[in-house]
């Protein structure tokens, strides 16, 4: 069965430092591979996917991803967070049934 | 262009009830999707709906059904509520040729509490 772990409930950095939100998969295949945000009160808001090809995927907002499958990971970073980076942030995998894990949030302190 | 709609916003039931949540996809996808967000928890997959067919259910009691109508509007129906369906149910829509779920659009949610 597919499952996805996000090991970091809760995270605070400052703003204008990096990010590594990280995120651990199984899946009996080549995964799809999501990263989503949601920020209070609003939908998810997809930030970037992976289905094959250059293991680096740019996203939106500045984020990007990388797939390492010696891993079974893919972990999402930002260069430089904005104070409007904080949100939950969650990790997902799979083809038709898709499975989030269970949310990363992220605090930015000035 | 409207996103992803879903009515009612919020909605409070007591034990015993029945339910019934509405999505309107974004013009031109014949895909939606139901999920579960418990709070605290990442949203869980509930059913997939194609062209007015299921495509894909989770493991979710049969109390949870779903139809998609010919305007690909979608209902998600729940029967004998429980307290443990007190919950964020998020609709999203997929564009033609990705109706495998790789891209999805997602509305607001409706919050349902359960009493």
């Known amino acids: 069965a597919q499952s996805v772990t996000q090991p970091d409930i809760h995270i605070t950095v400052s703003e204008g430092a990096s990010l590594e939100l990280r995120c651990n998969y199984s899946y009996g295949a080549t995964p799809y591979l999501f990263w989503y945000v949601q920020s209070p009160g609003q939908g998810l808001q997809l930030l970037l996917k992976?289905?094959?090809?250059?293991?680096l995927v740019q996203g939106i907002k500045g984020f990007e991803a990388e797939f390492k499958r010696s891993q079974s990971s893919f972990n999402l970073r930002k260069p430089s967070v904005h104070w409007s980076d904080a949100a939950e942030y969650f990790c997902?995998?799979?083809?038709?049934?898709?499975?989030f894990g269970i949310g990363t949030k992220l605090q930015v302190i000035p | 262009d409207a996103g992803v709609t879903q009515s009612p916003t919020h909605l409070i039931k007591t034990r015993g009830q029945h339910v019934t949540l509405r999505c309107s996809p974004i013009?031109?996808?014949?895909?939606v999707s139901w999920y579960q967000q418990v709070l605290g928890q990442g949203p869980q997959f509930i059913f997939q709906?194609?062209?007015?067919?299921?495509?894909g259910r989770g493991n979710f009691p049969d109390r949870f059904s779903a139809r998609q109508f010919p305007n690909y509007s979608s209902e998600l129906n729940v029967n004998a509520l429980l307290l443990g369906d007190s919950a964020l149910y998020l609709c999203a829509s997929s564009p033609p040729g990705t109706e495998v779920g790789e891209t999805q659009y997602f509305g607001p949610g409706t919050r349902l509490l359960v009493l």
């Open positions: 709906y194609y062209e007015k067919e299921e495509r």
């Open positions: 997902a995998v799979g083809y038709q049934k898709v499975t």
């Open positions: 013009s031109g996808h014949k895909s």
């Open positions: 992976y289905f094959s090809g250059d293991t």
